[in-house]
């Protein structure tokens, strides 16, 4: 089965700083989708990226980069330029991409503050 | 265009009684998945369905069941409420498997 963890259950950072999240995860499958989701206090679940794993490169949107590292099984989320706004529940989660199995597992998260 | 929908927002039941939520997922999205979240086991998938067909399930015992219909609009039932049925209960759509899931804002079940 796989899982996914994260070691981190609180960081903070300050205001216009960087911050990685970090993530590992454990998968026989070579080929799946690895994601970062953002809960903020409001709870409404929000996607920040997504990455596939067939692909090197690595994805970014934005402020918010990650470093996968596909032999390592580790998938870290750097968030540059922290702002308030940032502050929120952080989820990494994984998909396997063949069919009859689809559903995403979730890490335990991580709580990130941001110090103004 | 409008994002997913979860009814009710906030439930309140007491033990052994049963109870319906509903998701209605973004217009053209045909899978919709549901979670449960707790502070204890984090978040988990309940089932996912894509075209009224159950794909996949989690494992959660036989009290909780779901379905889809045409529109795609899905519903949960959990029958037989226990205490440890409190929780957040999350619906996700997408266009497909493996493409951006769109959270809904959840309804929160309290088992008294």
């Known amino acids: 089965a796989q899982t996914v963890t994260q070691s981190q259950p609180e960081m903070s950072v300050q205001e216009a700083e960087t911050v990685t999240l970090s993530c590992t995860y454990d998968t026989s499958e070579s080929d799946y989708y690895l994601f970062w989701y953002k809960q903020p206090p409001s709870r409404q679940m929000i996607l920040v990226i997504r990455q596939e794993a067939y692909k090197q490169q690595n994805a970014t949107e934005n402020r918010f980069s990650v470093n996968f590292q596909k032999a390592a099984k580790s998938f870290s989320l750097k968030i540059s330029d922290s702002q308030l706004g940032d502050a929120a529940m952080y989820f990494c989660a994984y998909s396997p991409t063949n069919f009859g199995n689809e559903k995403l597992t979730f890490g335990t998260g991580t709580r990130l503050t941001i110090i103004p | 265009k409008a994002g997913v929908t979860q009814t009710p927002r906030y439930l309140i039941k007491t033990r052994g009684q049963q109870v319906t939520l509903s998701c209605s997922p973004i217009?053209?999205?045909?899978?919709v998945s549901w979670y449960q979240q707790t502070p204890g086991q984090g978040l988990q998938f309940l089932f996912e369905y894509f075209s009224e067909t159950q794909r996949n399930k989690g494992n959660f015992p036989g009290r909780f069941s779901g379905r889809q219909f045409s529109n795609s609009r899905s519903e949960m039932n959990v029958s037989t409420l226990e205490l440890g049925d409190s929780a957040l209960y999350l619906c996700?759509?997408?266009?497909?498997?493996?493409?951006?899931?769109?959270f809904g804002p959840g309804t929160r079940l309290t088992v008294l």
């Open positions: 217009s053209g999205h045909r899978s």
């Open positions: 996700a759509s997408s266009l497909e498997w493996g493409f951006e899931q769109f």
